[in-house]
């Protein structure tokens, strides 16, 4: 089993809804979620983290982690053509982050 | 967050020449830079892992002699591609360790170096 996994996509939502995308993680002792945005030719950048179970909000989007279930989400409200890139999943275990492979995303106009 | 910078952004060479990539926390200090390397359409590849004033750890299939780090200080990292070839071009990202106020751990990336070897 992948330390973390996510689903390739891609995932095409229309503009204006909510995109929603998902994360499993396998190492329980797994300390910090993030996710990061990363457009095509360019570097990934940090948009969430987040440590404790539950929802963390940050403008329109939403981390949500379940640390039972072991599954870390990312919610983007109000979805934008510009919010069209690929999201990668990282977690944090002992000062190592461990990234998935992550979802591309497409907004659709 | 962290500001990080890379240096060059983009650099064309010959196969058989060296090429040096320059990496910079610009407003805080790195004990551990991370270095990594994107194919296009492919995932991230961490290839190695340095702190400051020790060597590098490589990940595995990661070549030590052709890859050179060095992580003098804190504040810089640099990388170097020795002999290039054409299968060595890529996308070139480094990621300084970083410490937010609250004690959170994060990790932020520098812009990346796009390096074509011809």
């Known amino acids: 089993q992948k330390e973390v996994e996510q689903n390739s996509g891609p995932l095409s939502v229309p503009e204006g809804a909510i995109a929603s995308l998902n994360c499993t993680y396998s190492d329980r002792g797994s300390q910090s979620f993030f996710w990061y945005r990363q457009y095509s030719g360019k570097s990934p950048e940090l948009i969430m983290f987040i440590y404790s179970n539950g929802d963390k909000e940050d403008g329109r989007f939403t981390a949500q982690l379940n640390k039972a279930s072991q599954y870390v989400s990312l919610l983007i409200r109000d979805s934008q053509p510009s919010d069209s890139a690929t999201y990668l999943c990282?977690?944090?275990?002992?000062?190592?982050?461990?990234f998935g492979k992550g979802t591309r995303l497409h907004i659709l106009p | 967050g962290a500001v990080v910078s890379q240096h060059p952004s983009r650099v064309i060479c010959k196969s058989g020449t060296s090429v040096k990539i320059e990496c910079r926390s610009l407003?805080?200090?790195?004990?551990?830079m991370f270095w990594y390397r994107q194919f296009p359409k492919k995932s991230l590849m961490l290839m190695a892992t340095?702190?400051?004033?020790?060597?590098?750890?490589?990940e595995q299939g990661v070549e030590k002699d052709k890859f050179l780090i060095n992580h003098a200080s804190l504040t810089l990292s640099t990388l170097t591609v020795t002999s290039a070839h054409p299968e060595d071009s890529s996308f070139y990202i480094c990621?300084?360790?970083?410490?937010?106020?609250?004690?959170?751990?994060?990790?932020?990336f520098g812009p990346g170096t796009r390096l074509t070897v011809t």
């Open positions: 407003d805080f200090q790195a004990t551990t």
């Open positions: 340095s702190n400051e004033g020790s060597k590098a750890t490589y």
């Open positions: 990282a977690v944090n275990r002992d000062d190592k982050i461990i």
């Open positions: 990621s300084p360790n970083y410490w937010g106020l609250a004690g959170s751990y994060e990790q932020y």
